[in-house]
């Protein structure tokens, strides 16, 4: 192994970057829809992710981390960088200001919880559902 890959870690065979958290890729405005469908029988939770952004990547990572919600949410995963219009129509319909990196805590078809930044915590939004 390279000095390089010993220090940064071999982006090829490093498993150690599996997320625990089964996301659904939101790569789809119909999507909408059914997120606020199913938000009526569990809540959904988004995360809106700017793959360009050392702070964003910084916040899924602690998420991910600190996430112990399976099976008591479904959580989307928004790449908004490609799918800026799904970030738009998830600003206008959820009635929350676009921010990046942001959490979204949606039930019963509305936001209930928002948070981007630094203030994006598992704990707290464990608390919300």
């Not at 928004?78 to 990046?100: C, G, K, M, P, W």
């Not at 979204?104 to 994006?120: F, P």
Request: proline share 2%; hydrophobic share 35%; net charge negative.
């Amino acid at each position: 192994m390279t000095l390089f890959k010993s220090i940064f870690g071999d982006s090829e065979n490093n498993n150690s970057n599996a997320s625990k958290i089964n996301w659904i890729e939101l790569t789809d405005l119909g999507q909408l829809n059914e997120i606020m469908d199913l938000s009526y029988e569990q809540p959904v939770v988004i995360f809106k992710h700017s793959t360009r952004c050392s702070i964003s990547r910084m916040a899924l990572k602690q998420f991910e981390n600190e996430f112990d919600l399976e099976g008591s949410v479904t959580p989307y995963f928004l790449d908004l960088l490609n799918h800026r219009d799904i970030s738009n129509e998830i600003a206008t319909r959820f009635e929350v200001y676009h921010q990046s990196p942001q959490l979204l805590l949606i039930k019963e078809g509305k936001s209930i919880y928002d948070a981007s930044h630094s203030d994006i915590d598992a704990v707290e939004l464990k608390r919300r559902v």
